[in-house]
Structures are given as C-alpha cells and as structure tokens.
C-alpha cells in the first residue's frame, strides 16, 4: 500500500461510517447538517471519502450522531468476555487532521469491552485544536502528558501541563487543546463514560 492510499483509507472509512450511522438513524443529509452545524456539502464529500474532517468538524459529527469518534473512525470489535485482546501499533485506527496535523490513535484493543477508551493524541508543535463540543453528561477525561506541553481549556479555565503531569476533568462543557511550543507533544486520553 503506497502513502496515498494509506491516506486515503481512513478518510473513506471514516465517511462509510458517518453514512451507516446516519442512515441507522433515519437521519438525512440536511438533518445532519442541522444538528451538527456542518454544511449538508462537507458532510457529503466526507461520507464518499473526498474529505477528511479535521478534528474539531468530526467531533461535531460525532457528537450529531450519538456515537464517540473513535465508532466512526473503526477499530477491533468488542472482545468476547474472558478473551484477551491485542492490537498492534500497526493496527490501530489513526485519525490525522489534514489541516493541523494532529493525530489521533485509537489504542484500545477491545473498546466495547469497557465503558471507556484509550487514546494516544500527537499535537504538532503551535498547533489549537479549539473548543471541541461538550460531551454527554456522566463522561470524564483523564489524561497524562508524555512529551512536551499542553495546554488544556475547560470552561474558560487554562490549565498548562507538562511531560508527566495528569489532568481529570468531566467533559460535559466545551473544552480544547493546545501546543503553544516549538516542540511537539504528546499525550494518553482515557475517556470513560458513566451509564
């Protein structure tokens, strides 16, 4: 598989996904677009897999469909109870935002085996992801900074963390992630939800 393809693929999974769950829910284009405040056109160019969204319009996505991005990106099904999974690094779901260049790696080998998930976030250096859209309530995140520094916004508050440091917080407000620094950095999420 050349780069390209590599590339491509997450983008047209990600779509194929977005169209499954919409059509699930009997939802049309344009209702979509309402409740996500994505236009009915980016949303139909990300469902064909001629666009990849960057992070913030794919959480909004996300969060119109009732579904966690890491359903929409894909990865391994649930584990069957008692079973040990794996994943290798060179299986994990990766969403990249072609525009900042941040990645998201889904590092949960059975994500439906437990009422979180694990992540492992790259953020370029001097790179915002903005205010990503609150989640349900009853979800937390919890996260620990392994390289550089993050600078993480909740509710009008600025906490700056530094390799080592962690963070909780509940994610039911807007809330953001920065690098201001020239170097990158690097971060495990562990999103957990209460049912």
Do not use: W
């Amino acid at each position: 598989m050349d780069e390209q393809e590599q590339s491509e693929e997450p983008a047209g999974a990600f779509g194929g996904n977005v169209r499954r769950r919409r059509e699930e829910a009997g939802m049309t284009l344009d209702q979509l677009s309402t409740r996500s405040s994505v236009s009915r056109a980016m949303l139909s160019k990300v469902e064909r897999g001629e666009k990849s969204p960057t992070i913030g319009v794919a959480s909004r996505i996300a969060h119109a469909l009732d579904a966690s991005l890491s359903d929409l990106i894909g990865g391994p099904g649930a584990a069957a109870p008692g079973a040990a999974v794996v994943m290798r690094k060179s299986e994990r779901p990766v969403f990249r935002d072609p525009e900042t260049g941040f990645e998201r790696h889904m590092v949960s080998a059975a994500p439906g085996a437990s009422s979180g998930e694990m992540i492992v976030h790259h953020l370029p250096a001097q790179v915002s992801l903005g205010l990503l859209p609150a989640y349900p309530p009853g979800t937390e995140k919890q996260l620990v900074v392994l390289q550089g520094t993050l600078t993480v916004l909740i509710g009008g508050i600025s906490e700056t963390l530094h390799t080592g440091d962690s963070i909780f917080f509940q994610a039911d407000t807007d809330h953001g992630f920065a690098n201001r620094t020239d170097a990158p950095c690097e971060y495990i999420m562990i999103i957990s939800r209460r049912t």
